[in-house]
C-alpha cells in the first residue's frame, strides 16, 4: 500500500510595519510564501511550482498576492559574515 498525497507548506519570509490601505491602521504585515509539495507517506519529496507569495495585515486580515522580486525586495538582507582580521 503506497500512501501519497499533497500538502501545502507556509514559511513567513518577513514581517513589516506600514499602514494598510483597508483599515488605515499602521500595522505589521507578514510575507509569507506557500509552496505546494508532492508527498509519499507523509514526508514532502517534490516541490510544484514555485510558490506563491502574499502579504498578509494582521490587523484586517487583507491579504495581497506579491510577485517574487516584490517579496525578496521585503524580506532583510542577510547579515555579512565576520572577518578573521588576517
Known sequence: ????????????LATINYVCEVCGVAAAHRVV???RWFT????PVIPLGGGRYTDTCV???RV???T????ESATPAPAPAPSNGL
Open 1 to 12: 500500500m503506497v500512501i501519497f498525497g499533497f500538502r501545502t507548506r507556509v514559511a513567513i
Open 33 to 35: 510564501r506557500r509552496r
Open 40 to 43: 509519499l507517506f507523509f514526508v
Open 59 to 61: 490587523n484586517c486580515g
Open 64 to 66: 495581497r498576492q506579491l
Open 68 to 71: 517574487k522580486e516584490q517579496a
